[in-house]
């Protein structure tokens, strides 16, 4: 019998690469694409995380330290998750 179990690093690191062919599709629709409401709707992007304000410091009084971690989203990242994650079901 073979092991079909995945790690869980492999899995992230396939959803990695969707995001960044996501990223490449939106790029490519960005400069094809004119104008108008098709184009805001790929590319519109929200953003999650936390550290996009100015004023989120801790403040130790010897240090101070900032931290942030921020995910944009958009329709053409999840197309591009989407795919990766199709391409890793699919193709063992």
């Given amino acids: 019998m073979q092991n079909n179990k995945r790690s869980i690093v ?3 690191l396939v959803l990695f690469f969707g995001a960044i062919i996501g990223t490449v599709f939106s790029q490519l629709l960005g400069s094809i694409l004119p ?3 098709v184009k ?3 590319l ?3 953003t999650i995380g ?3 304000k100015s ?3 801790i403040d130790l009084y010897i240090i101070r ?3 942030g971690f921020l995910v944009d989203i958009s329709v053409a990242s999840i197309l591009g998750m989407s795919i990766s994650w199709y391409f890793l079901r699919y193709f063992k």
């Fill in 10 to 12: 492999f899995i992230f």
């Fill in 35 to 37: 104008d108008g409401v």
């Fill in 40 to 42: 805001d709707f790929f």
């Fill in 44 to 46: 519109l992007t929200r």
């Fill in 50 to 52: 936390w550290g996009l």
């Fill in 55 to 57: 004023d989120n410091w």
């Fill in 65 to 67: 330290l900032k931290s």
